[in-house]
Protein backbone atom coordinates (compact mmCIF):
# COMPACT_ATOMS: atom_id res chain seq x y z
CA UNK A 1 0.00 0.00 0.00
CA UNK A 2 3.32 2.40 0.54
CA UNK A 3 3.85 1.82 -2.82
CA UNK A 4 0.60 2.54 -3.96
CA UNK A 5 0.11 5.89 -2.19
CA UNK A 6 3.25 6.86 -2.74
CA UNK A 7 3.49 6.92 -6.57
CA UNK A 8 0.18 8.23 -6.55
CA UNK A 9 1.96 11.24 -4.78
CA UNK A 10 4.66 11.53 -7.42
CA UNK A 11 2.58 11.03 -10.24
CA UNK A 12 0.26 13.82 -9.03
CA UNK A 13 3.28 16.38 -8.66
CA UNK A 14 3.92 15.04 -12.37
CA UNK A 15 0.67 15.57 -13.70
CA UNK A 16 0.00 18.72 -12.30
CA UNK A 17 3.45 19.77 -13.82
CA UNK A 18 1.66 18.32 -17.46
CA UNK A 19 -1.30 19.71 -17.64
CA UNK A 20 0.54 23.44 -16.93
CA UNK A 21 1.96 22.45 -20.36
CA UNK A 22 0.05 20.36 -22.37
CA UNK A 23 1.25 21.59 -25.67
CA UNK A 24 3.81 18.76 -25.28
CA UNK A 25 0.94 16.26 -26.55
CA UNK A 26 0.53 18.16 -29.92
CA UNK A 27 4.24 18.23 -29.99
CA UNK A 28 4.58 14.29 -29.40
CA UNK A 29 1.75 13.71 -32.00
CA UNK A 30 3.18 15.84 -34.86
CA UNK A 31 5.76 13.80 -35.96
CA UNK A 32 3.54 10.82 -36.16
CA UNK A 33 0.89 13.06 -37.90
CA UNK A 34 3.58 14.19 -40.68
CA UNK A 35 4.10 10.52 -40.98
CA UNK A 36 0.61 9.71 -41.35
CA UNK A 37 -0.48 12.43 -43.76
CA UNK A 38 2.38 12.30 -46.10
CA UNK A 39 4.15 8.64 -46.05
CA UNK A 40 0.96 5.94 -45.81
CA UNK A 41 -0.79 7.38 -49.24
CA UNK A 42 2.92 6.18 -50.75
CA UNK A 43 2.28 2.80 -49.74
CA UNK A 44 -1.45 2.33 -51.28
CA UNK A 45 0.48 1.83 -54.20
CA UNK A 46 2.01 -1.28 -52.86
CA UNK A 47 -0.35 -2.59 -50.76
CA UNK A 48 -1.45 -5.40 -53.50
CA UNK A 49 2.25 -6.37 -53.93
CA UNK A 50 2.92 -9.90 -52.88
CA UNK A 51 4.54 -10.09 -49.31
CA UNK A 52 2.69 -6.64 -47.98
CA UNK A 53 0.55 -7.80 -44.53
CA UNK A 54 -3.40 -8.01 -44.79
CA UNK A 55 -5.90 -5.18 -44.48
CA UNK A 56 -5.01 -2.76 -46.38
CA UNK A 57 -1.90 0.94 -46.13
CA UNK A 58 -3.82 2.19 -42.79
CA UNK A 59 -4.39 -0.92 -40.97
CA UNK A 60 -0.77 -1.75 -41.81
CA UNK A 61 1.37 1.84 -40.91
CA UNK A 62 -0.70 2.82 -37.96
CA UNK A 63 -0.61 0.04 -35.75
CA UNK A 64 3.21 0.60 -36.34
CA UNK A 65 2.79 4.18 -35.62
CA UNK A 66 1.90 3.59 -32.21
CA UNK A 67 4.54 1.69 -31.62
CA UNK A 68 6.61 4.44 -32.91
CA UNK A 69 5.13 6.60 -30.40
CA UNK A 70 6.14 4.88 -27.95
CA UNK A 71 9.15 4.42 -28.68
CA UNK A 72 9.93 7.99 -29.34
CA UNK A 73 7.78 9.53 -27.05
CA UNK A 74 9.21 7.78 -23.99
CA UNK A 75 13.05 8.21 -24.99
CA UNK A 76 13.66 11.92 -24.40
CA UNK A 77 11.67 11.95 -20.89
CA UNK A 78 15.19 11.63 -19.32
CA UNK A 79 15.42 15.00 -20.37
CA UNK A 80 13.27 16.60 -17.41
CA UNK A 81 15.21 14.40 -15.16
CA UNK A 82 18.74 15.37 -16.14
CA UNK A 83 17.12 19.48 -15.38
CA UNK A 84 16.35 18.35 -11.87
CA UNK A 85 19.39 16.26 -11.36
CA UNK A 86 21.17 20.08 -11.81
CA UNK A 87 18.33 21.97 -9.74
CA UNK A 88 19.30 19.46 -7.07
CA UNK A 89 15.23 17.95 -6.98
CA UNK A 90 16.75 14.61 -6.67
CA UNK A 91 19.06 15.33 -3.89
CA UNK A 92 16.82 17.13 -1.65
CA UNK A 93 14.48 13.27 -2.29
CA UNK A 94 17.26 12.13 0.50
CA UNK A 95 15.45 13.20 2.78
CA UNK A 96 12.25 12.08 2.13
CA UNK A 97 9.98 8.69 3.08
CA UNK A 98 8.94 8.24 -0.71
CA UNK A 99 9.92 4.76 -2.11
CA UNK A 100 12.39 4.66 -4.68
CA UNK A 101 9.94 2.49 -6.55
CA UNK A 102 7.37 4.90 -6.58
CA UNK A 103 9.61 7.41 -7.89
CA UNK A 104 9.83 5.60 -11.21
CA UNK A 105 6.60 4.36 -11.14
CA UNK A 106 4.74 8.09 -10.87
CA UNK A 107 6.90 9.17 -13.62
CA UNK A 108 6.59 6.37 -15.80
CA UNK A 109 2.62 6.12 -15.03
CA UNK A 110 2.41 10.16 -15.64
CA UNK A 111 4.34 9.42 -19.46
CA UNK A 112 2.57 6.55 -20.25
CA UNK A 113 -0.48 8.78 -19.87
CA UNK A 114 0.71 11.53 -22.44
CA UNK A 115 1.71 8.46 -24.49
CA UNK A 116 -2.16 7.08 -24.52
CA UNK A 117 -3.84 10.88 -25.46
CA UNK A 118 -1.38 11.16 -28.37
CA UNK A 119 -2.51 7.54 -29.36
CA UNK A 120 -5.81 8.73 -29.12
CA UNK A 121 -5.32 11.47 -30.86
CA UNK A 122 -3.35 9.50 -33.68
CA UNK A 123 -6.73 7.05 -34.48
CA UNK A 124 -8.71 9.73 -34.72
CA UNK A 125 -6.96 11.09 -37.49
CA UNK A 126 -6.46 8.23 -39.25
CA UNK A 127 -10.09 7.05 -39.13
CA UNK A 128 -10.88 9.41 -42.00
CA UNK A 129 -8.45 7.77 -44.51
CA UNK A 130 -10.03 4.44 -44.06
CA UNK A 131 -8.66 2.55 -40.93
CA UNK A 132 -10.58 0.16 -39.11
CA UNK A 133 -10.23 -1.55 -36.32
CA UNK A 134 -11.79 -4.19 -33.89
CA UNK A 135 -12.51 -2.35 -30.41
CA UNK A 136 -10.94 -4.95 -28.07
CA UNK A 137 -8.30 -4.79 -30.74
CA UNK A 138 -7.65 -1.05 -29.65
CA UNK A 139 -7.29 -1.76 -26.15
CA UNK A 140 -4.93 -4.57 -26.43
CA UNK A 141 -2.49 -2.01 -28.68
CA UNK A 142 -2.89 0.36 -26.15
CA UNK A 143 -1.81 -1.82 -23.59
CA UNK A 144 1.11 -2.74 -25.84
CA UNK A 145 2.19 1.10 -26.28
CA UNK A 146 1.82 1.42 -22.26
CA UNK A 147 4.16 -1.47 -22.08
CA UNK A 148 6.08 0.60 -24.37
CA UNK A 149 6.30 3.81 -22.84
CA UNK A 150 7.02 2.12 -19.54
CA UNK A 151 9.75 0.19 -21.19
CA UNK A 152 11.45 2.82 -22.73
CA UNK A 153 10.88 5.56 -20.04
CA UNK A 154 12.86 3.73 -17.41
CA UNK A 155 15.76 2.88 -19.82
CA UNK A 156 15.24 6.85 -20.46
CA UNK A 157 15.60 7.22 -16.80
CA UNK A 158 18.67 5.14 -15.90
CA UNK A 159 20.63 6.53 -18.13
CA UNK A 160 20.02 10.12 -17.47
CA UNK A 161 20.82 8.81 -14.12
CA UNK A 162 24.09 7.54 -15.01
CA UNK A 163 25.16 10.05 -17.49
CA UNK A 164 23.96 13.26 -15.64
CA UNK A 165 24.50 15.21 -18.91
CA UNK A 166 22.37 16.35 -22.02
CA UNK A 167 24.94 16.72 -24.09
CA UNK A 168 26.22 12.70 -23.38
CA UNK A 169 22.68 11.57 -22.97
CA UNK A 170 20.90 12.71 -26.35
CA UNK A 171 23.31 10.97 -28.83
CA UNK A 172 23.09 7.63 -26.96
CA UNK A 173 19.60 7.39 -26.74
CA UNK A 174 18.40 8.87 -30.02
CA UNK A 175 20.87 6.88 -32.35
CA UNK A 176 19.93 3.87 -30.31
CA UNK A 177 16.50 4.36 -30.90
CA UNK A 178 17.11 5.09 -35.03
CA UNK A 179 17.93 1.17 -36.02
CA UNK A 180 15.39 -0.18 -33.78
CA UNK A 181 12.49 1.88 -35.40
CA UNK A 182 13.99 0.90 -39.00
CA UNK A 183 14.20 -2.50 -38.25
CA UNK A 184 10.82 -2.51 -36.14
CA UNK A 185 9.02 -2.25 -39.96
CA UNK A 186 7.20 0.65 -39.11
CA UNK A 187 7.88 2.13 -41.95
CA UNK A 188 7.92 -0.64 -44.66
CA UNK A 189 6.82 -4.20 -43.36
CA UNK A 190 9.30 -6.36 -43.11
CA UNK A 191 7.68 -8.74 -44.96
CA UNK A 192 8.86 -6.88 -48.28
CA UNK A 193 12.58 -6.96 -47.02
CA UNK A 194 15.52 -9.45 -47.90
CA UNK A 195 15.93 -12.86 -46.00
CA UNK A 196 19.03 -11.65 -44.26
CA UNK A 197 17.33 -8.35 -42.84
CA UNK A 198 14.19 -10.43 -42.11
CA UNK A 199 16.41 -12.04 -39.99
CA UNK A 200 18.23 -9.50 -38.51
CA UNK A 201 14.51 -7.65 -37.43
CA UNK A 202 13.42 -10.90 -35.48
CA UNK A 203 16.18 -9.95 -33.05
CA UNK A 204 14.77 -6.47 -32.66
CA UNK A 205 11.79 -6.95 -29.50
CA UNK A 206 9.89 -3.73 -31.44
CA UNK A 207 9.22 -6.01 -34.69
CA UNK A 208 7.33 -8.27 -32.42
CA UNK A 209 5.37 -5.69 -31.09
CA UNK A 210 4.29 -4.30 -34.44
CA UNK A 211 3.36 -7.33 -35.66
CA UNK A 212 1.36 -8.23 -32.83
CA UNK A 213 0.05 -4.63 -33.23
CA UNK A 214 -0.87 -5.05 -36.68
CA UNK A 215 -3.12 -8.46 -35.43
CA UNK A 216 -5.11 -7.11 -33.09
CA UNK A 217 -6.32 -4.19 -35.09
CA UNK A 218 -7.50 -6.74 -37.16
CA UNK A 219 -9.42 -8.81 -34.75
CA UNK A 220 -6.79 -11.42 -34.85
CA UNK A 221 -6.64 -12.18 -30.89
CA UNK A 222 -5.77 -15.97 -31.46
CA UNK A 223 -2.38 -15.04 -33.29
CA UNK A 224 0.61 -16.70 -31.82
CA UNK A 225 2.36 -13.48 -33.28
CA UNK A 226 -0.03 -11.32 -30.11
CA UNK A 227 0.83 -13.25 -27.18
CA UNK A 228 4.59 -13.51 -28.26
CA UNK A 229 4.53 -9.71 -28.42
CA UNK A 230 2.60 -8.77 -25.68
CA UNK A 231 5.12 -11.38 -23.61
CA UNK A 232 7.71 -10.00 -25.01
CA UNK A 233 7.31 -6.21 -24.06
CA UNK A 234 5.86 -6.93 -20.40
CA UNK A 235 8.79 -9.23 -19.67
CA UNK A 236 11.10 -6.45 -20.98
CA UNK A 237 9.43 -3.33 -18.89
CA UNK A 238 9.30 -5.65 -16.21
CA UNK A 239 12.96 -6.10 -16.38
CA UNK A 240 13.70 -2.21 -17.19
CA UNK A 241 11.31 -0.89 -13.97
CA UNK A 242 13.11 -3.13 -11.67
CA UNK A 243 16.66 -1.60 -13.24
CA UNK A 244 15.72 1.98 -13.38
CA UNK A 245 14.14 1.62 -9.63
CA UNK A 246 17.51 0.52 -8.47
CA UNK A 247 19.54 3.38 -10.17
CA UNK A 248 16.97 5.83 -8.61
CA UNK A 249 18.27 4.20 -5.45
CA UNK A 250 21.94 4.00 -5.85
CA UNK A 251 21.31 8.25 -6.40
CA UNK A 252 19.34 9.03 -3.63
CA UNK A 253 20.61 6.64 -0.97
Do not use: C
Not at 106 to 125: E, H, K
Not at 160 to 171: C, T
Not at 206 to 216: E, I
Not at 217 to 234: R, S
Amino acid sequence: MKIAHDTWLVFQRYFGIFIHNPAWVAVGVLQPALYLLLFAPLLKSIARVPGFPPGGAYNVFVPGLLIQLGLFGAAGVGFSLISELRLGVVERLRVTPVSRLSLLLGRALRDVLTLFVQALILVSLALPFGLSFKPVGILIGLGLVALIGLLVASISYALALALKDENSFAPIIFTASLPLLLLSGVLLPMSLAPSWLRTISTLNPFSHAVTANRAVFLGHLGNPNVYQGVVIMAVLAAVAVWFAARSFGRAIS
